[in-house]
């Protein structure tokens, strides 16, 4: 009789508390047209049939580290504790770059070469612990040979292998000084009334321009809904756009073509025309060398009147 | 005793009666170039890790509410009882536009905002019921400042929850009057021996034409296969293309580069070039202002014969 | 209390030994623009919720059955055994090309039109056996009508039911003799110190060029990294490009700009220009009518030297 028991609470443990199986989510600048990405999700379920994959995007432009690190940026936190994500941009595949997995402070894992792509992590939600990828334990079998595809012989294998849990934290590898290679960029920041930052991308679909700037330093600058705000563009040294735009509340708050600063789904101050494309019609292109200056066109134009 | 059994059966129901765990099916103009779909992704994962999250398509172009109506008519039917779509084409977000669920008479729901979405799920397979969101209560937590990512905060949000089973179909909000917004379009329609109608949208990757003209109108029009038939395609008023197509089988049933008529997989009338592209070779586009004439040629040459 | 065991027994089976999920994976040239691909994983969904469904790619270009061969030959070998594979272009829908499935040797199911898909399987990891379809019996209800879909009606469908064990392989139709529809194309050779092959396919997304020749040939011809080769590419039967490369182990070995050989992820010979597109400075494309040339320059000359 007590066998039975110890036999019907290991059936019940068995069915109730199943071995927890996290999500992999997939980054690459592959692109969908070929089978790299079909060989990784392969690899990956090979590991454990259990495993849900997913996909950030394959579409990062071919090496652009820069736009990867803002997509993990721009998504890592809408997924819950646990999660792998795997983030292969890796034009120096082969050379020194280390192989690492970032234990996010969100509880998030990202496994990749450490090359940039966890720039804009560090602020947000931060790093908590960085690991080298052991690659003599952590690399899929009969791999050894092959050297251009680290992103399915050891970055997929071992993020498919921490989220079936099959290897720890721990076991990816030696643990790191709490420092990544970091990308330059211009943070946001406020002189008196002007908030400056930089252009870290454009929301492709829409052709809508955004800005590093948080809600938190427009409202810093007093700046409201309907308010009019002087923007200038700047690539390197030379103004591209200069204007006047209402901050909307929502695109409809303007017509059909004209112009509007908002919020993003970020929360960042962003620029879009409704129903148009802001950047293809002003020629505004994104990263570093993209600058933005932004004040209050009213409080402007008061205090100049104040001054005279 | 009893309260083995009763731990026995408990046991044997968790197991056997896992909670059913329903497909969210996402639709957006998104493109997956960024990382606005893997947030979506995220939010319903966290919901629920038993749920199984599809893409119908991301690729809808920027705005075009029309085409995204068109491939929920094109999808929905080939889905099981209990699938939750999402579809998120939303120019007007922020703005007053309705938030809806809508319950099909298949057993389908859709979650989107009300703005031509359901056009053509009112046809066929018809819509059941319609609730308007509960935002207060439908919300992603911690959500309420941002207003640009209804999709993300509150529609994929909701959809998790109802495809989970956290919340029901009453629990989404209040009933609304079974009316939605619909965008217009030509029906189609026979009259004597020619049938009229529009071309909803183009087979893009082959470059067929397709229209809204069904099989039983065809079958009705007396055309078989082998038929030759007279077709005249408008751009508003002005004839963009005349010609005569058989009344083809498959494909192959014409030489490589020869045009030719034949029923779509919906079974709707669709114009199409071997091997090439029909919409390219002779400029024909879609939307309501594209319309379609086509009439049995045999059968008017005979006809016109018996008037002699 | 024997009823009771039975009970446990029957409790404690159905909770550890689930039913096994094979993953389904699919190909096809539609596009992931319309609603096509989702009604196909609408149609797998209904047959069985606990199927995992997955891409390969859909972007095959329009009826390019070559390429969908090639995607084929460069995944199947990353997935476990048990998965099953639908490949769909099928430019002869409706025609008389047969639909198969074929067991391949790794255990791996391809269901497809047979009309060149499976000819680079052949070699490796080569077929088992192949049966054609019974589309009396396997094919979705309703759909005896339709006849330009069969991705939709038959392939999916008819791979749903064997990944999710409802129809067993001898289930899918009588058995074929084992010999598949292949395409034309020049195997991989070495004459004296000259490696001879054709280019399958171009590394699209990074303009890279893939030959078939493969590492064990390259060995062979005793080519060692760092050694310069000389590279002549044809197209028909013209030079298109002629050059010296080093022989690299990763992009990082040359500067920015410059040429290179390498071994690609699937361990072929292949050329790249580092951080650039060898495909597009060089106008090299790919197919049966793209051959190269390769052989060591150092060695050439050394021998040259010799029988002066």
């Known amino acids: 009789m007590k066998y039975l028991l110890v036999i019907i609470l290991l059936s019940f443990i068995s069915c109730t508390s199943p071995k927890p199986h996290n999500a992999l989510v997939l980054q690459t600048d592959f692109g969908t047209k070929d089978g790299a990405v079909a060989a990784m999700r392969g690899v990956a379920r090979g590991v454990d049939a259990n495993l849900d994959i997913f996909d950030l995007t394959h579409e990062i432009p071919a090496y652009n580290i820069w736009e990867a690190a803002y997509r993990l940026h721009q998504s890592v936190g809408y997924w819950p504790t646990g999660t792998v994500f795997v983030s292969v941009v890796d034009p120096g595949v082969g050379s020194e770059r280390k192989s690492v997995v970032a234990r996010l402070k969100s509880g998030v894992f990202i496994v990749t070469p450490d090359n940039g792509t966890l720039t804009l992590l560090v602020e947000s939600p931060g790093i908590e612990a960085i690991r080298q990828i052991d690659e003599k334990i952590n690399r899929r079998q009969g ?166």
Do not use: C
């Not at 251009?148 to 012989?153: K, N």
């Not at 802001?278 to 020629?283: C, G, H, M, Y």
């Open 143 to 308: 791999s050894d040979s092959s050297y251009t595809f680290h992103g399915r012989d050891v970055y997929v294998y071992t993020a498919a292998r921490l989220a079936a849990g099959v290897i720890s934290f721990e076991e990816t590898g030696p643990l790191l000084q709490n420092k990544v290679v970091a990308l330059p960029y211009q943070k946001a920041v406020k002189e008196d009334a002007v908030l400056s930052g930089m252009i870290p991308v454009l929301d492709i679909q829409y052709g809508n321009v955004w800005t590093n700037i948080p809600d938190s330093l427009v409202s810093l600058a007093g700046i409201q809904r309907g308010d009019t705000l002087l923007l200038d563009v700047f690539h390197k040294d030379s103004l591209v756009f200069t204007g006047k735009l209402p901050m909307a509340h929502t695109f409809a708050d303007v017509a059909e073509g004209q112009s509007l600063a908002y919020l993003n789904s970020l929360m960042n101050l962003s620029f879009a025309v409704n129903q148009g494309s802001f950047a293809e019609k002003f020629k505004v292109g994104s990263g570093n060398e993209w600058r933005v200056k932004i004040q209050p066109f009213d409080k402007l134009r008061g205090r100049s009147t104040n001054l005279k």
